[in-house]
């Protein structure tokens, strides 16, 4: 009794460790492709397989069951690396080469590759998905893992495979959706969509140029395959014809792993290796804030755009723009036909002045590119694009966009008024003006106080003469209030206070007052302390009769710089190396040969060059500078006025006697407008025309903004500032603390200023800098608050 209870305990466990471990289908039915059996293995990942009930999960519990889903499980015996040798079910094959999706892969016996490690038993799995270099397969207790995974491994980590008896494929791939893209001069890319009930194995992309050869001179580009997606690029290169220009055609073969092969062929693809035409390369404006370089680009393919990268040629090319050859910020404006144009702006280049490199580089639709080049030396202040004169007056052009209050500002302090356009004769002139400039609009005399209210000239007078142009003024906005002059035909538009692309007209009378006046030899010399540009200074003396100053002798120089001295400013004189840099001459072509140069100069040292006028200091010693500042006046030379011939005194006349005529006065020699001797008094047609003295108490100075430090060369620092108008310079304090009371220095610069270098300064010392601006007032100076206060630690 007890050895029967023994036996039904016994043949219980059984049966309830079948029931356990049968979680399988293992029905024998037949499987009808390999893609129903990769299918069937796919669904096994995540399950923990016990087909025997024998030492648990094992590798060949997977392909055991395998074998029962093609009905003969009876073959499936032994080890991993039995089945290497096994017998086979009735029309399975073992293969060692070309494996494909639905083969159990055989893993050699203790394989050592980084991959797979196998012991003396080997391994087993089925393959999902093959290539030359490797497989996916799904196998189980892999990696200490005693459920199904699907793994990546090497194809020679293979003994060999063993295939079932499939059902044969005879549908080939499909092909569809056939796209030609990125072609451009190197090439072009091929993509399609791929699909085949039993898989792709591969896709070729034969391609030839049509021009030169046929199909059986193509070379067969191998295509890469993702999902049901096939591409290839076609690189001319590659081709038997080589990169050249012409026509092209690629066919798209695709094969499945059962070898049935389909192919399409592709549209020809033409490729234009001919680079565009780029011609005219000018620079058609330039001012103080920048310029324009203009171009003519074109192409048979069409242009796709044009670059214009710019940087200054201090420090290289450390300002130039980031990804320039595709940078919206750099391309150039299309204006007209094939012209295009790029305006070049200082404030996107560190506010530096001086020179300038511009590359242009035109691109076509295919990605062939033409390059040039063009450069500029922008000038640090005002520069005047025309000068012309009319009456008493020079009227001088600026593409300087400032706003109105900055123009009114700037041209008080010049000594000059925006222009008045007082009859159609003048006009006419600003009409010539600005009839070829680039500008859209250039700024005048004219404003009013508000919406329907007069308009009035800058020095107070109506405006009764105008020009409006069809349906202006209309205040649009509710906010034009002052006038300008439309480019091209000059009639009159109401703007607002400010336009980016505008510039202003200047009118600056012929009867400045002059500071002083010497005499010496047979010479008359003027200083007259307006700060207007280098060009105007030059014109103004020639109206007159006369010129810059030009100083040959050492024993003229002492002259000239002991008023200068007393009027304690400086001034330009009439030499310049504008032309060629390094070769300065007199304004009449002739060399200067006598120089009285303050230490270390001539250096150009403006922030890239561009220092190209000589200005005297104080001291009598000269120096290189800009072409316009408002604390740097000029210097006029002009022939000194005849003396008239005395008026003799008449004969005594006799009582009785008739009283005979005097003998004539001689006639003096006409004196010249040029040497006239301005009065003493400022008449209405003096410069004052805007302005009038100022109590300091009523006088009020901006805080300067944007103050930033930089660490510069060594024993230095660079400090930047938010640049305003309404101010006559910046005091730039610096101390080694913050209270400034540690080594304390301040230096003074003049209205243009914004960007200068300490020199001088204590290694490994932090430096306390602040910046404020100042008005003169008579002979007062009005100071506005401190900057926030910036520190840094010199080199």
């Known amino acids: ?20 471990f049968v979680s399988v289908d293992k029905t024998e039915v037949q499987a009808a492709t390999k893609e129903e059996g990769v299918s069937w293995a796919m669904s096994q990942i995540g399950k923990g397989l016990d087909y025997d009930g024998v030492k648990g999960n094992q590798c060949v519990d997977l392909i055991k069951y395998y074998y029962a889903h ?6 499936a015996r032994g080890n991993a690396i039995q089945y290497t040798s096994n017998s086979l079910p009735p029309g399975w094959t073992r293969v060692y080469s070309n494996y494909q999706p639905g083969d159990i892969a055989v893993f050699k016996a203790k394989n050592g590759c980084s991959v797979c490690t196998t012991g003396e038993n080997g391994h087993v799995g089925i393959i ?7 497989f996916n397969a799904v196998n189980q207790n892999y990696a200490g893992r005693s459920y199904c995974t699907q793994n990546w491994f090497h194809v020679r980590c293979l003994a060999c495979a063993i295939r079932p008896n499939f059902t044969s494929d005879t549908t080939p791939p499909t092909i569809s959706n056939v796209r030609i893209t990125d072609v451009n001069a190197d090439g072009y890319t091929v993509v ?4 085949d009930n039993v898989g792709i194995s591969k896709v070729e992309f034969p391609s030839w140029n049509t021009d030169k050869h046929r199909g059986e001179d193509a070379n067969w580009i191998q295509g890469s395959v993702s999902g049901n997606t096939a591409s290839a690029r076609i690189s001319l290169s590659s081709l038997k014809s080589g990169a050249v220009q012409g026509n092209y055609v690629t066919h798209i073969y695709a094969w499945d792993s059962s070898g049935n ?11 234009d290796r001919t680079a565009p035409t780029l011609t005219d390369i000018k620079v058609v404006e330039k001012d103080s804030k920048g310029y324009t370089v203009e171009c003519k680009a074109s192409d048979a393919s069409g242009v796709d755009r044009v670059q214009f990268p710019t940087w200054t040629v201090k420090n290289d090319q450390d300002d130039i723009a980031k990804d320039w050859w595709t ?17 070049v702006n200082i404030s996107e280049h560190n506010n530096e002045v001086g020179s300038y490199v511009t590359h242009i580089y035109v691109y076509d639709k295919y990605g062939n590119y033409s390059c040039g080049r063009s450069g500029c030396v922008v000038p640090l202040g005002l520069f005047p694009q025309k000068i012309v004169k009319y009456g008493n007056s020079l009227l001088s052009l600026y593409n300087e966009n400032y706003s109105w209050d900055e123009m009114k500002t700037l041209s008080g302090k010049l000594q000059s008024k925006l222009a008045e356009v007082e009859d159609a004769q003048k006009q006419q002139v600003i009409t010539n003006l600005v009839s070829d400039q680039i500008r859209q609009y250039y700024y005048i005399g004219g404003s009013q106080a508000g919406k329907g209210q007069p308009w009035k000239w800058q020095s107070g007078s109506s405006v009764t003469y105008t020009n409006w142009d069809a349906a202006q003024p209309d205040c649009a906005g509710n906010s034009e209030f002052y006038m300008a002059a439309i480019r091209g035909h000059g009639r009159w538009n109401d703007m607002p206070s400010s336009y980016i692309y505008s510039g202003f007209i200047l009118e600056t009378p012929l009867n400045l007052k002059p500071a002083a006046e010497i005499t010496y030899g047979n010479k008359v010399y003027r200083f007259y302390t307006a700060g207007i540009p280098y060009a105007l200074a030059e014109r103004y003396c020639k109206e007159l009769g006369g010129n810059l100053v030009k100083i040959e002798s050492e024993e003229k120089n002492n002259v000239i710089a002991q008023k200068v001295k007393e009027l304690n400013k400086t001034f330009y004189i009439g030499a310049s190396d504008e032309k060629a840099e390094g070769k300065f001459v007199w304004r009449d072509g002739s060399a200067v040969t006598y120089t009285n140069w303050s230490q270390n100069e001539p250096n150009n040292t403006a922030d890239c060059g561009g ?5 005297m200091y104080a001291n009598g010693k000269w120096n290189d500078y800009t072409g316009q500042s408002v604390d740097v006046g000029f210097i006029g030379e002009f022939d000194k006025m005849p003396t008239a011939t005395s008026t003799p005194a008449p004969t005594n ?10 003998t004539n006065r001689p006639q003096s020699t006409k004196k010249p407008q040029a040497t006239k001797k301005p009065s003493s008094q400022t008449d209405d047609s003096d410069y004052n025309w805007s302005s009038s003295d100022t109590s300091s108490d009523n006088v009020t100075v901006k805080k300067v903004t944007g103050v930033k430090v930089k660490k510069a060369a060594k024993k230095s620092l660079v400090v930047t500032w938010r640049w305003f108008v309404s101010q006559d310079g910046f005091e730039v304090q610096y101390a080694l603390n913050k209270s400034f009371t540690k080594k304390k220095k301040t230096k003074r610069y003049d209205l243009y200023a914004e960007r200068v270098k300490l020199r001088g300064l204590k290694r490994k010392k932090t430096y306390y800098v602040r910046v404020r601006a100042f008005k003169k007032v008579g002979t007062k100076k009005v100071y506005g608050k401190w900057s926030i206060t910036k520190k840094c630690k010199v080199k």
């Open 261 to 271: 092969k389909s192919g399409v062929p592709t549209s020809i693809v033409y490729i």
């Open 1 to 20: 009794m007890k050895k029967l209870r023994k036996m039904l305990i016994a043949s219980l466990g059984a049966m309830l460790l079948f029931v356990a």
């Open 70 to 75: 093609y009905g003969v499980a009876g073959y």
């Open 327 to 343: 940078n919206q910020a750099v391309r150039g404006t299309r204006v007209s036909g094939d012209t295009y144009r790029f305006r």
């Open 611 to 615: 220092e190209n006028y000589v200005q």
């Open 128 to 134: 999902t998905s093959i290539d030359s270099v490797g």
């Open 192 to 195: 399609c969509n791929v699909s």
């Open 653 to 662: 006349t006799p009582n009785a006697t008739q009283k005979p005529q005097a």
